[in-house]
Every structure is written in structure tokens, then in C-alpha cells.
């Protein structure tokens, strides 16, 4: 059985490519890190392009360059964070960023990556968006992928379940971490909403009561496994041929702040098409996407 979910992250890893659009990333590592009472640390993977360009391998870095390198992460961290929210570490280490930070949040037993959903054309964005999702694929610890940032406290959070373990998982991270996502517990007419989605295909439109129903009961199961639940619940199922898209719309249509999905299906197909669905969702959401990957102990 998968470990139960920590009530908040206890550790926070964060990547940093030492660019201005990390500076913000690591930023709001910082803040969540600090919200939930975790410690942050902060990696960065030399080089910070990718290091082979059209076939051409880049030379290593003389030791001049390494000893600038080394230099530049605790120069950025200084320059953005003020003294009570610096990291517990920050390291900077040589190879492939991706292969870097998931080696790092073994090393650390991170409970939550901060990644940059990046998008666009420039070289930079795509390199960017390639290693967070290398890292969104591969990780064995939840991810959290920025697309905008974390509106603390949120007060309406979105989950996507396919009724698959690693769905549920998800459905259980959402349950277990609306608190230091949405605060304190509030007054009634200010309570947090999570919506539970699930989506089915045009030719299942008949299974959509009984989804609804299991969706229903799910919610029901997991809010008592965890007690007092300060939140309102509610589900949607729904048909659609284009699943990232039909979440985006979704998403979209009922203002969602954050988006907990899971990562991995059961089997070797159901995981390459449920890896999918959740990379384009945290490229294509209006809003960060907390991805929940498999559980401990599942099939590999």
C-alpha cells in the first residue's frame, strides 16, 4: 500500500537555471515552503542550455567557470529571498537538470518539486519546459507546475481522477492538503471547494450516473479517512474525445486556482496515456497543476 500523504509538505526541492523566470519559481518555492513550515532547498544543474546544439557538444567548463557557477546560485538566492526565507541548501551540480533535480529529491526525501511550466518558441522556454517535463514523467514525489502561481489561500481546487490507483492517489493528496492550501478552517460561507472531475468518452455517455455516483462515494471514503473536512464537494463527469482539453475548459469554466491529477495508469499502455494527458495539462492549464505520481510499491 502507498504511504499515506504528509498533512503538508515537510520538504520543498526547487530547481534554479539562474534566469530572471526562476527567480520568480523559487520565489514561491520559498513562500509555500514557509507557509507549510517545510524546509526548502534549491538545485541547480550546470549547464543551464542544453549541451549538445545541433549535434555539437559544448566544451566542459574550466575551472574559472565552475568556481562563476558555484558562485552564482547563493548570489541569486541573497538577491531574491530575504534572510528568514533562505534555503536549508542550496547546491549547484553538473548534468542534465532533470536527471538533477530527481536525483536530488531522493537525497533530500522531498515531499513537493516546484517546477516552471514554461512554454513558447525561444530555445530557453523549450529547454525549460523539456526538463520539467522529464522530471513530471519520472518523479517518485509529487510535483507542483507553476502556471501562474499558488493564490494562498486557494479557495477553489480542481482534481481529475480516472479511477485508476494513481487517480485516487491524487484524489487523496487533494483531501489531505486542502488545508495549508486553503488556510485555516473557515466560516461556512467562506469555505474552500473542490471539484472532482472525471472524464469519459462520447460513446460512454451512458456510464455517466454510475461515474458520478463512484465519484461521489470516493470523495465520501476519503474525506473520512482524514475526519472533519472543512471543504464543499463537488463532482462533475464528463464527455469528451480530447481529455487535456475537455480539463482545461473545465478548469477555465469553474475558476480554479490549483489542479491535483495523477501521473501513471496501472498498466505499461495506461501509463503512457495517462503521462500524457498530464504533461499537457500542466502545459496547457490556466492555472498550477499539483501532479501526484504513483504510489510506492506499484508495478513498474
Not at 538533477?100 to 522531498?110: D, H, N, S, T
Request: with cysteine; aromatic share 4%.
Amino acid at each position: 500500500m502507498a504511504p499515506e500523504p504528509p498533512a503538508t509538505p515537510r520538504s520543498v526541492l526547487v530547481g534554479s537555471d539562474l534566469s530572471e523566470s526562476s527567480d520568480q519559481i523559487v520565489r514561491h518555492a520559498a513562500q509555500i515552503a514557509a507557509r507549510c513550515g517545510a524546509a526548502l532547498h534549491v538545485v541547480s544543474a550546470y549547464p543551464p542550455v542544453s549541451s549538445s546544439m545541433g549535434g555539437v557538444v559544448a566544451d566542459e567548463p574550466t575551472e574559472l567557470e565552475i568556481a562563476e557557477i558555484r558562485r552564482a546560485l547563493p548570489a541569486q538566492l541573497r538577491r531574491i529571498l530575504p534572510e528568514n526565507r533562505q534555503p536549508e541548501t542550496a547546491e549547484v551540480r553538473f548534468g542534465s537538470p532533470g536527471q538533477v533535480i530527481l536525483a536530488r529529491a531522493v537525497e533530500i526525501e522531498a515531499d513537493l518539486i516546484v517546477l516552471g511550466a514554461h512554454r513558447g518558441t525561444d530555445v530557453h522556454a523549450q529547454f525549460l519546459g523539456t526538463t520539467a517535463d522529464e522530471v513530471l514523467r519520472a518523479s517518485r514525489v509529487p510535483c507542483l507546475a507553476l502556471r501562474g502561481f499558488v493564490p494562498f489561500p486557494v479557495s477553489r481546487m480542481g482534481v481529475a481522477t480516472d479511477f485508476s490507483p494513481d487517480g485516487d492517489r491524487a484524489l487523496h493528496y487533494a483531501v489531505a492538503w486542502h488545508r495549508w492550501l486553503n488556510g485555516m478552517p473557515a466560516p461556512a460561507e467562506e469555505r474552500s471547494v473542490l471539484r472532482a472531475v472525471h472524464i469519459v468518452q462520447p460513446q460512454q455517455r451512458g456510464t455517466i450516473d454510475e461515474c458520478r455516483a463512484r465519484l461521489e462515494a470516493l470523495l465520501k471514503e476519503r474525506s473520512a479517512e482524514l475526519g472533519e473536512v472543512e471543504v464543499d464537494f463537488h463532482v462533475d463527469v464528463l464527455a469528451a474525445r480530447d481529455v487535456p482539453a475537455a480539463l482545461v475548459e473545465w478548469a477555465l469554466r469553474e475558476g480554479l486556482e490549483v489542479i491535483f491529477a495523477g501521473t501513471q495508469g496501472k498498466s505499461r499502455v495506461e501509463r503512457m496515456i495517462l503521462g500524457s494527458v498530464s504533461s499537457a495539462l500542466a502545459r496547457r492549464a490556466p492555472c498550477p497543476v499539483l501532479l501526484i505520481p504513483q504510489g510506492q510499491g506499484s508495478e513498474s
